[in-house]
Each structure stands twice: as structure tokens, then as C-alpha cells.
């Protein structure tokens, strides 16, 4: 993404939705999905996400995609769900669900545009940022995100070319939307944009694979009866091809700003490098990423807040935390969290 434009980089978050009607929503899960039931409105950032209901208790998610959304990156999203659903994987995630006709993505005319539709089955579970935090969860969330990254190591799927402005690959290509940043919260911002300059030539090295790219708290679940137990991950919007510590820096990200950040993130990092050993240049590429995805989720939110302040409360769910991160992370250089990251690994060679 290097040389964008703000113009380009608004492109992939800016298209317009037109609301569909919810009796037109529980016309489309009977017609072409044959599952009879009512609809409800579900947050979401870039698409129409439904909840549908039927008599006898079944429950799915109809998904009706924003018109900037292209077939190719869709289908490689499915193509991954059905990948991971053939695996072992304890951890249970969305299933696709085929139309009746067999194919898992539909387009079909709404209004005055065509979009796409599809539809996945429905997990049960509370959202991850309503439960308090614990050493038990973090171990949990550490553990299952190498599971996932180990679940997707051989789906081979050519990635679609995109310009995805959650891919932390592409930080540098957020300068221009710096102005959208209040003037107090620049800094930061900045800093960790220069790091990340710095790194990015180093990044090619660094193992790569299709990631999740999203292990956030509004997209994990857990049981009501007892938070550590995740009882699924959701949302993969944002899967990309790219070095598979990204995802850890983007789950590491979403702790570093509360309350016992430090010990929740190295929790975490602890047990996912049981399943999954990092290696010595990921943990030392790992503070810069991990400070990266902080300035971002201060800069685009900020920017989008700006462009759909009707869903300003959504698009800032994370903001306030983000920017704790990133101002709690400051006290600290990268070579020092870096070594940190290493002894808590136990990788001090």
C-alpha cells in the first residue's frame, strides 16, 4: 500500500449502507437458505449482520455484505471457515452455511444495488469485554489463538490482493489519515508509525501465513458459567495472509491497556508460545507490532468516527483502551519489552 492516498485508503471502510429491512432479511434465510425465522439487527463494522431465530429455537447469522465488498475475498473468508471446520480444532468456530442451491455466496438485488449474502451458523456465549479478566483467561486466549494459527498453517488458498487497513502490514499506508487524530494524541501515533518503518524491511523474514488477524474481545466468546472457557472466535473479516505473529500482537494489543495489562498480555504470550514456540526474531519483532496495532486502533476509528458519527459509540468500543495501551507502553522501549518477552518465554538464548 505504499504511495495511498487518503482517497484510496477510504475506500476500504467508507461504502455507504443502505439498511435492509428486516422482513426483507427473513425473506432471503427462507427463500434461499430454507430456515424460517425472525430477524434481529447485530452490531457490525462494515456489513449487515442478522440474527435469525426460528420456532423451535435454531439460530444462524445471515450476513449481508456492504457493496465495496468484493466476491474473491468473501469466498477466501468461507474457504477458510471450511478449511478449519475439517480440522481438529477444540475450538469451535462459525460453520458456512450452503444456500439451497449449494453455492455459499449469493448475490442478490437490494434496492438499488447488488450484495452479496451468506450465511453462517450461530455461537452461543458471552461477548469476551463483558467478564472480568483472569490469569485463567488469559492462558485460554493464549492457548486457542495457537491452536487457530495452527489450524490455518496449511489452508493454501491464494490470498486476494487488498488493501486492508487492519493488516498491520500496512501501517505505513495510514500517515495520511493523521490529521484525523486530535493534535493531543499524535505523538504516539507517530512514534510507533516510525518504528514500524523501521521494521517493516525485517518483516520478510518472519514466517507468514493466513491469520485471523482480529482476536479481539467483541469477537471471542466464552461461557456464562465460566469465563475461561472460550466457547468460540468469530468474525473473519480481516483474514489476511501475513507473519503469523501478527496475530499475536493484534490479541496482545486488546490487554495491553487494562487494568493488570502487563501480566495479562505476558499470560497470554506465555501460553501461546507453548503451543506455538516463537522464535527469537518474532519476539523481538513483537513489541513494534504490538505497538503498531495500538496506534492503529487509535488512528482509524478516529478517522471513521469522524466519517459515521451515528456509529460513533461502535466504532470506538476500543479506542479508550487502545490509547491506554499505547501511553502505558511508552514508559518502555522496545528492546526492553522485547526482553521481557523473551525471559517470560524462557527463550534467552
Known amino acids: 500500500m505504499s504511495n495511498t492516498s487518503e482517497a484510496d485508503v477510504q475506500n476500504a471502510l467508507t461504502a455507504k449502507l443502505d439498511r435492509t429491512p428486516l422482513s426483507r432479511v427473513e425473506s432471503i434465510a427462507a427463500q434461499y437458505f430454507c430456515i424460517a425465522g425472525r430477524a434481529s439487527v447485530l452490531s457490525s463494522e462494515r456489513d449487515e449482520t442478522f440474527l435469525i431465530e426460528t420456532a423451535d429455537g435454531m439460530r444462524a447469522v445471515l450476513k449481508i455484505a456492504n457493496t465495496a465488498e468484493r466476491a474473491d475475498i468473501l469466498t477466501f473468508q468461507t474457504d477458510a471457515l471450511r478449511h478449519l471446520e475439517r480440522k481438529p480444532i477444540e475450538l469451535p468456530l462459525p460453520k458456512a452455511i450452503p444456500a439451497s442451491n449449494g453455492h455459499f455466496l449469493l448475490k442478490l438485488s437490494l434496492g438499488s444495488d447488488l450484495r452479496f449474502v451468506r450465511m453462517l451458523t450461530f455461537l452461543d456465549g458471552v461477548q469476551l469485554h463483558k467478564v472480568p479478566k483472569s490469569a485463567g483467561q488469559m492462558h485460554a486466549l493464549g492457548v486457542n489463538l495457537a491452536r487457530l494459527g495452527q489450524g490455518l498453517a496449511d489452508f493454501r488458498a491464494a490470498p486476494p490482493v487488498q488493501q486492508l487497513l487492519w493488516d498491520i502490514c500496512n501501517a505505513t499506508a495510514l500517515r495520511p489519515l493523521i490529521g484525523h487524530v486530535a493534535p493531543s494524541r499524535r505523538a504516539p501515533v507517530l512514534s510507533a508509525l516510525d518504528a514500524f518503518d523501521r521494521l517493516a524491511p525485517a518483516m520478510s523474514r518472519l514466517p507468514r501465513q493466513v491469520i485471523h488477524n482480529d482476536f479481539n474481545p467483541h469477537n471471542i466468546l466464552v461461557s456464562s458459567d465460566d469465563p475461561t472457557e472460550i466457547t468460540g472466535v468469530i468474525d473473519f473479516g480481516d483474514l489476511v495472509e501475513a507473519p503469523l505473529v501478527n496475530d499475536l500482537a493484534v490479541a496482545l494489543s486488546y490487554q495491553a491497556g487494562g487494568e493488570n495489562g502487563m501480566e495479562n498480555m505476558l499470560a497470554m504470550l506465555r501460553a501461546y508460545h507453548s503451543i506455538r514456540p516463537l522464535s527469537q526474531a518474532e519476539l523481538a519483532a513483537l513489541p513494534c507490532l504490538l505497538r503498531t496495532r495500538l496506534a492503529m ?53
Request: a negative charge; glycine letters at 6%.
Open 297 to 349: 486502533t487509535v488512528l482509524i476509528p478516529e478517522w471513521r468516527a469522524g466519517l459515521y458519527p451515528e456509529n460513533r459509540d461502535y466504532i470506538l468500543r476500543n479506542h479508550p483502551s487502545a490509547l491506554a495501551g499505547l501511553n502505558r507502553l511508552a514508559d518502555h522501549s522496545d528492546e526492553a519489552l522485547a526482553a521481557l518477552f523473551q525471559q517470560t518465554t524462557g527463550d534467552l538464548s
